[in-house]
């Protein structure tokens, strides 16, 4: 059954509009909160939220959902997703939430719900939550003697701080590095840049003073030409780009040079495989990473492991198959060693120790395979589900077989808005440039027809 308020990464949309309202965050509230209630103990939550203006509201709203489910909240204030996740186990949280949007900008916002053990929740939770949010579950919530109570902890940050450089040796140091750092003017802001200060390096802060407004515009992962830039201008070592909440990055090498996912994924694996830290034989990455690195993996002796879309899904797959490293090529980085799900600053932190190690600048150690040319590009969608027509599926088959044996097509709906993003990659670049616009005409054509 197709959710109503769940999509592949929590419930995301534009703030103040439906699903992303005071009213369904608390309920959100009270039914996670009833849902995560175990035994006579007091039942707490973590909250944690990115610098957009609607977090405000959205905080406030699951806070009287939470305590009016009998269950005590630790706001957090800005902190990373994956500060949550950990500090969900670290505080004996029942739950934990995470109010960001991600990569998306300031005007969208989004929920996203961990259990106790710090991972996401499965489908079939969510599904459970979301079955409560139409219900009338104000008639469950607690009695007037069992609400809950909010506070604000102290020192929460500095305890993911601490948390961040102890995934790195004690002997290791960053002194000598000078390294860029791209806030997105998000959840990272205070934690990144002091992280890596105190870890050894000269650390210039870029995109570090959010207003509310700025989370994500112009900068960040998803938008790395300033950092580029910057990198250039103070002749850095290398740059750093975290999104809205933290849990993904990409790097700049010193020539300004953007390196993916694909490339870090390659990177930790190389590294963690000779050092006998990799586990399974291989890692965990999703339909969309490069062919490039299934290459370059196979090259020594490893298996990618493809999942869906989502690191949600990436982690699910790797806790199945026994993998210590998961990821997307977009930046989110999953080493399962230290967190539970993708970590911006804990991932950067394995590239620089590497680099650290060989004593070699960052354009020698970070690319690790030419990556075969990829094509990816959107289509918008209001209803109806076009890829279920006759001729766009005919169109799909007729470009498969045109791609054959040495290319690869993922079209697929995307789980945060209303497009379809169709992908191609295959040796021959103008052949895949050809086949995504040619599949991007006949999708459009259909929506229109709709």
């Not at 997703?81 to 109010?99: C, E, F, K, Q």
């Not at 030419?370 to 969608?381: A, D, I, M, S, T």
Request: hydrophobic share 40%.
């Amino acid at each position: 059954m197709a959710k109503k308020y769940f999509g592949t990464d929590g419930i995301r949309g534009r703030a103040n509009r439906f699903p992303m309202t005071p009213e369904v965050a608390m309920k959100v509230g009270m039914a996670a909160g009833m849902s995560f209630q175990r035994g006579n103990h007091r039942h707490r939550v973590v909250i944690g939220k990115d610098t957009r203006l609607s977090g405000y509201m959205i905080e406030n709203a699951m806070v009287a959902g939470f305590c009016a489910a009998g269950m005590d909240v630790f706001q957090l204030g800005p902190i990373p997703t994956p500060a949550v996740a950990m500090l969900s186990r670290s505080l004996r949280a029942d739950l934990g939430v995470m109010i960001s949007a991600s990569h998306n900008p300031y005007y969208d916002n989004g929920i996203k719900l961990f259990g106790p053990d710090g991972y996401k929740l499965s489908d079939e939770i969510e599904a459970r939550i979301e079955a409560m949010l139409d219900d009338e579950i104000e008639v469950k919530v607690a009695d007037s003697d069992n609400l809950g109570r909010a506070k604000r902890p102290d020192s929460v940050a500095d305890r993911y701080i601490e948390f961040a450089k102890r995934t790195l040796p004690r002997s290791m140091s960053l002194a000598g590095l000078r390294i860029v750092i791209d806030c997105a003017n998000g959840a990272g802001y205070k934690v990144a840049p002091a992280a890596l200060w105190e870890l050894g390096a000269e650390v210039i802060a870029i995109h570090d003073e959010p207003n509310g407004f700025n989370i994500n515009k112009e900068c960040g992962s998803t938008e790395p030409a300033s950092l580029s830039k910057k990198v250039h201008e103070v002749r850095a070592d290398i740059g750093i780009a975290l999104d809205g909440d933290a849990d993904r990055m990409v790097i700049c090498d010193e020539n300004g040079t953007v390196i993916d996912g694909d490339q870090i994924m390659a990177l930790v694996a190389e590294s963690w495989n000779q050092s006998g830290r990799l586990a399974g034989g291989g890692i965990a990455a999703t339909v969309m990473s490069n062919l490039g690195l299934e290459r370059f993996l196979s090259g020594i002796g490893l298996q990618l492991h493809r999942t869906k879309v989502g690191d949600r899904y990436v982690v699910e797959h790797m806790r199945a198959h026994g993998l210590n490293v998961g990821g997307e090529q977009s930046g989110h980085i999953v080493l399962s060693d230290f967190s539970t799900t993708g970590d911006g600053l804990v991932s950067a932190l394995q590239v620089l120790a590497c680099i650290k190690r060989s004593n070699k600048p960052a354009s020698e150690v970070c690319k690790k395979f030419e990556p075969v040319p990829q094509v990816l590009k959107n289509v918008r969608f209001s209803g109806g589900k076009p890829l279920e027509l006759p001729t766009v599926k005919s169109a799909i088959e007729a470009a498969r077989g045109k791609l054959g044996t040495s290319g690869r097509l993922v079209i697929r709906p995307s789980g945060t808005e209303p497009l379809i993003r169709v992908m191609a990659e295959g040796d021959d670049e103008k052949l895949v440039s050809q086949i995504v616009d040619d599949l991007i005409g006949v999708i459009g054509e259909a929506r229109n027809a709709a």
